[in-house]
């Protein structure tokens, strides 16, 4: 309060006006009320001092008061109507759900803590309709964290942030069917509508899917989720970032999820897509996607820790019936993988299909790949389907005997698949990362030997390297806004 007393102080008796933050969190681009504005996601630009929404400019400039703010500003109820965060903590007490199609804003610097006191466990859940815009910088990320002090904070202290958008899924119930005689079909105005685990199925609020695949569930860019993954409801952790039924319009740029009790970031249907992402010391998995996921990803980096982690990617289409459509296909490349000697690289499985290209697959001790049918014929869907290629693996176990009894694969052979000439593999070549620590890591590599790789079909297409970072670079996309915390 009393830095907020000199800052209104300091306004008074000056031709202009200058944001003034939290010491540790200031945001020197400006937030609202500061020197430069947020531009939106469209067309909006940032006025004098204003910060803009995705459509429209954004107005305000030297007159504009800072906001008077407690030491945490407490939320405990439904965001309802358009909201902007602009002091420096706001603390999460139970489930926060942002609803009536309001947009949530959230400025540069902010930190967003869970309540680890109360009888419910804190998340942020924007629900279908509504957005959340939570933009950072480089050097004033958003941070998403445990409301526990420094070094009391440990995975799960609080559930994490979800987004629930309008974009086609492949499994759930069918809403307003347009031919209700077609028992095992939606068909036409009708789709197909989820809903979030850990949510009671009688709350509306937990809802997603649509047939809109440019549904706009927000955008968060240049944010951390840390300490995240506690249960909603018994046995139903929530991811670090739950993507759930999100379309294209949606924007997720330089994202890192840490130390999360379940997996880092989960898609369940859509197409949205992300880029610039860290996925580190995640409990279960780093990257799942299921129920049609039909995103685009480059950049991304899954780090698992030593003593926890399953899968660094677990993919799926759908269990009950691995063609049910439409089926998860998403694109991805350059991404750096690195492992454990108990976790496993891939598990491709349930129908999922994917074209990966441009992977390091490194220190994954179970094996490297493992794909999984029972219904569709791998042989046939490899590699026209689902492919990977152009990528590195080093230092991986054996692939596992799935002969007799322990063929959940029809016989295909991911050793050979990984290892044919057409696929332009290369096996047993070290990248040579600068340092693999698990509070201060190097992700850059030093072989000149993953450079002409494949050239991305999107994103970035000068990007013809394996990995997420082009071999001794000096432009490392994490710097700044990411951190690595052991509690």
């Known amino acids: 309060m009393i830095r907020n007393l000199i800052c209104i102080l300091a306004l008074s008796i000056s031709l202009f006006a200058v944001g003034c933050g939290d010491d540790d969190n200031g945001d020197e681009n400006g937030g609202t009320g500061g020197t430069n504005g947020s531009a939106g996601k469209d067309e909006g630009k940032s006025g004098d001092g204003g910060s803009a929404g995705k459509d429209d400019a954004?107005?305000?400039?030297?007159?504009?008061?800072?906001?008077?703010?407690?030491?945490?500003?407490?939320?405990?109820?439904?965001?309802?109507?358009?909201?902007?965060w602009e002091c420096p903590v706001y603390l999460l007490q139970g489930k926060i759900y942002v609803v009536d199609d309001a947009v949530l804003t959230i400025e540069p610097g902010v930190q967003v803590l869970g309540d680890t006191s109360g009888t419910e466990e804190a998340a942020l859940i924007v629900t279908r309709g509504a957005r959340l815009e939570a933009i950072g910088t480089a050097d004033d990320p958003i941070v998403f964290s445990s409301g526990n002090?420094?070094?009391?904070?440990?995975?799960g202290d609080w559930a994490g942030v979800a987004l629930l958008g309008?974009?086609?899924?492949?499994?759930?119930?069918?809403?307003?069917?347009?031919?209700t005689s077609t028992a095992d079909t939606c068909e036409q105005?009708?789709?197909?509508?989820?809903?979030?685990?850990?949510?009671?199925v009688a709350d509306d609020r937990g809802r997603f899917g649509g047939s809109d695949d440019e549904s706009d569930c927000g955008s968060l860019k240049y944010a951390r989720i840390e300490f995240a993954g506690a249960e909603l409801s018994p046995d139903n952790e929530l991811n670090g970032l739950t993507v759930a039924g999100c379309g294209d319009q949606t924007e997720l740029s330089h994202i890192q999820v840490h130390r999360g009790k379940d997996d880092g970031i989960e898609f369940f249907g859509g197409n949205a897509g992300m880029d610039h992402v860290v996925i580190s010391g995640a409990s279960d998995d780093g990257l799942d996607w299921d129920l049609g996921w039909q995103g685009e990803v480059q950049f991304l980096v899954i780090h698992q820790f030593a003593g926890t982690g399953d899968n660094a990617i677990e993919a799926d289409n759908l269990g009950a019936d691995e063609d049910a459509q439409p089926r998860s296909n998403p694109t991805i490349s350059n991404v750096t993988m690195i492992g454990t000697p108990d976790t496993r690289g891939m598990l491709l499985r349930e129908g999922t299909r994917g074209r990966l290209r441009n992977f390091i697959v490194y220190g994954f001790g179970s094996e490297a790949v493992d794909l999984a049918a029972a219904e569709v014929d791998l042989n046939s869907e490899w590699p026209g389907e689902l492919s990977i290629e152009n990528s590195f693996f080093f230092d991986n176990g054996d692939y596992a005997d799935e002969s007799g009894e322990e063929d959940d694969d029809?016989?295909?052979?991911?050793?050979?698949?990984?290892?044919?000439?057409?696929r332009s593999n290369t096996i047993g070549i070290d990248p040579e990362f600068g340092s693999l620590s698990e509070t201060s890591p190097d992700y850059i590599p030093a072989n000149e030997e993953l450079s002409d790789q494949a050239v991305p079909g999107f994103?970035?297409?000068?990007?013809?390297?394996?990995?997420?970072?082009?071999?001794?670079?000096s432009d490392d996309w994490t710097e700044g806004w990411t951190a690595f915390p052991e509690n």
């Open 189 to 200: 105005p009708g789709f197909i509508e989820g809903r979030l685990e850990g949510i009671d």
């Open 459 to 473: 994103g970035d297409k000068t990007a013809t390297y394996a990995g997420a970072f082009e071999p001794n670079s």
């Open 58 to 84: 954004g107005s305000g400039g030297s007159d504009i008061e800072p906001p008077d703010c407690d030491d945490e500003e407490i939320i405990d109820e439904d965001i309802s109507q358009d909201t902007t």
């Open 166 to 179: 309008s974009a086609s899924i492949n499994s759930g119930s069918c809403i307003e069917d347009g031919d």
């Open 149 to 155: 002090p420094e070094g009391a904070r440990s995975t």
């Open 410 to 422: 029809g016989g295909f052979s991911e050793e050979e698949a990984i290892e044919a000439s057409a």
